[in-house]
């Protein structure tokens, strides 16, 4: 009941953030849009009449939150095309690397904290641990342009920029590029190259935008396997006879992906977004960090508005979806106390 | 007295004083992108950037405008947030509620996109930055110490104190305060590092400390057009954000062994 509640407060508080946005902007942002025309008195009135600006605020937010249910975003000043035409190719060009990041950070900041709890207190782990520390304050801005420095200038080995080679002419049937590239009807061998050239333009991205998840989830999976492995179940079950393996899969994985997700969930959606914006904006990436970039040192308020509440809403919701797995692989949260 | 950590603060002392002989301003026309090289002279050193500006001057006072920038969002968010968490944590009620429900939504959002958003609402500039990035960090430090408050409020001293006819203000003063310096000291270094590279983030994304003021961030923007040619523009702003973050970061993890330490000697 508060989880709803909250939820509810968080959806009304981003609404909020993206309604005020126009109206505590400096300056008349009637002016500001309509640039050169803004001397013309019919102008202003057409553009107020648009926007809405003529009536109390709180009719204003009745009208804003009706065109934001009903999906009306409005439309950008810079290209004056609707902005949800805009934003939707984008958005899933941010989904199709975010989504990837995400699950390679996982995994890889999973298998190097098993690694290091396992390896406790040799040299290995030691090197390991604290070489991460350092990979951890690299700020990732500059680690991109270090990438694409070495890989791209020097070595050549992966495009410097954008999502795909300018030589393939991609139908966007699902706007996923991995996707498209194979399910598109083409001449032989060209769906794979295709494929192969998306893969090359998304490595550099990948390992810019992961080092901080990974390094993170790596450090909570060490943590709470050491915390599990002082247990007296993980005793009994070597006096068992049980082998390291078996304890792992049956006692480890279990009791420590609890923790690991519900402490990794919130933090690192927040990660990915914030290092999405750096990450495209470095490498050109047509994504939604980047549109956001752009809007605002254009000042294109209608679109950063819409972009905010896109962000806001979709944290929400991926924080829900993360909530509920929790709920659905943790027994304890099943039984009703 | 004097302990090994104290090292780490004499390159800031030399960072302090040399702001003094620093000049970062001048544009020489004839010495656009120098190399660095021992041959230079002194103040060209680390070379000059795509307009002949001396690269060591501008890497040394933009260091000094990030960090004096960071000390002071840490140092106002730090005490501000002590303050209101304290205050929610002791007071109880409607007052709690709203403090914390608050700064757990502004906590759920990533703290580059709401400083980005707080930027696009009152444009670029000092202040402006100041502002947001004290709104990002201000409920981390609400929900620290709220959850400090809150645990040390149960202890049995706080009862004898209160028995005893303390105010709130001096059970504050006496009890919480000492109890959480610690903790407090080491959520601040290490937001403190954090704050860091999120100046430097927003700087690079052209939405941080304005143009002919030098800073870290936005130097690697603006030497992103010269690199393949000249590899130092941006190898030495990025190496000396790295160093500086690396540098807090063990500071902040060096207090916690520190603390542990104590307590373990007390137990």
Redesign the interface.
């Known amino acids: 009941m508060s989880r709803s509640i909250?939820l509810l407060?968080?959806m009304l508080?981003i609404l909020l953030?993206s309604f005020?946005?126009i109206r505590?902007?400096?300056g008349d942002p009637v002016l500001l849009m309509l640039g050169d025309r803004g001397n013309d008195p019919a102008q202003y009135k057409i553009m107020m009449e648009n926007l809405g600006l003529n009536s109390s605020i709180y009719e204003q937010f009745k009208i804003y939150l009706m065109n934001v249910l009903s999906g009306n975003f409005g439309n950008s000043i810079v290209s004056g095309k609707s902005i949800v035409i805009e934003l939707l190719p984008r958005w899933k060009a941010s989904f199709e690397l975010g989504v990837i990041v995400f699950i390679f950070s996982f995994f890889s900041g999973g298998a190097l904290g098993v690694y290091m709890a396992y390896k406790f207190n040799t040299r290995a782990e030691k090197i390991l641990s604290s070489s991460l520390?350092?990979i951890?304050?690299?700020?990732i801005?500059?680690l991109g342009?270090?990438l694409i420095?070495v890989f791209s200038?020097q070595l050549n080995l992966f495009p410097v920029s954008g999502r795909v080679g300018y030589e393939f002419d991609l139908i966007p049937y699902t706007g996923f590029y991995l996707i498209d590239s194979l399910i598109g009807d083409n001449y032989e061998n060209y769906n794979f190259y295709a494929f192969f050239s998306c893969l090359n333009h998304m490595i550099l991205p990948i390992l810019t935008m992961s080092i901080v998840p990974m390094v993170s989830i790596a450090k909570i999976t060490k943590v709470s396997i050491l915390d599990v492995l002082k247990k007296d179940y993980i005793l009994t079950a070597k006096s068992l006879g049980m082998n390291d393996v078996n304890i792992f899969f049956k006692h480890v994985l279990r009791n420590i992906l609890v923790p690991v997700l519900t402490i990794s969930s919130?933090y690192l959606i927040?990660?990915t977004?914030?290092g999405a914006?750096?990450t495209e904006?470095i490498f050109s990436w047509p994504g939604i960090g980047r549109f956001?970039?752009t809007s605002?040192?254009s000042?294109d308020?209608p679109v950063?508005q819409i972009v905010?509440l896109f962000?806001?809403v979709f944290?929400?919701i991926v924080?829900i979806i993360l909530e509920i797995l929790v709920k659905i692989i943790d027994p304890k949260q099943r039984v009703k106390v | 007295m004097i302990n090994k950590n104290h090292v780490f603060i004499f390159p800031f002392i030399l960072l302090g004083i040399s702001c003094f002989f620093l000049d970062p301003y001048t544009q020489n026309i004839d010495k656009v992108l120098l190399q660095p090289s021992l041959t230079n002279g002194f103040s060209y050193i680390f070379g000059t950037d795509y307009i002949g500006r001396s690269y060591l001057d501008r890497l040394i006072l933009g260091g000094i405008n990030t960090i004096g920038l960071a000390l002071i969002i840490v140092f106002t968010s730090s005490i501000l947030g002590f303050f209101l968490g304290c205050y929610a944590a002791i007071r109880k009620g409607t007052i709690e509620s709203f403090i914390m429900r608050l700064s757990d939504i502004l906590m759920s959002m990533p703290g580059i996109l709401l400083a980005i958003v707080i930027v696009a609402i009152f444009g670029n500039g000092v202040i402006e930055l100041f502002i947001a990035l004290v709104i990002v960090l201000i409920p981390r430090f609400i929900r620290f110490s709220h959850s400090i408050t809150s645990r040390i409020n149960t202890e049995l001293y706080i009862t004898i104190a209160k028995v005893a006819g303390s105010s709130k203000i001096q059970i504050l003063k006496n009890e919480i305060l000492p109890n959480s310096k610690n903790l407090l000291m080491q959520q601040s270094i290490l937001s403190f590092s954090e704050v860091i590279l999120e100046i430097s983030a927003l700087g690079f994304l052209g939405l941080g400390i304005p143009a002919p003021l030098p800073e870290w961030g936005a130097m690697l923007a603006e030497s992103r057009n010269y690199f393949s040619t000249n590899p130092y523009l941006i190898i030495l702003p990025g190496l000396c954000l790295m160093l500086v973050v690396l540098f807090l970061n063990y500071i902040g993890e060096n207090l916690t062994i520190n603390k542990r330490e104590k307590n373990a000697i007390k137990n």
């Open positions: 909250n407060i968080s508080f953030i005020f946005l505590l902007a400096p520390l350092i951890y304050c690299i700020p801005f500059w342009l270090i420095s200038l919130l927040n990660v977004v914030a914006i750096l904006t956001l970039v605002v040192l000042r308020y950063i905010i962000i806001g944290i929400l924080n």
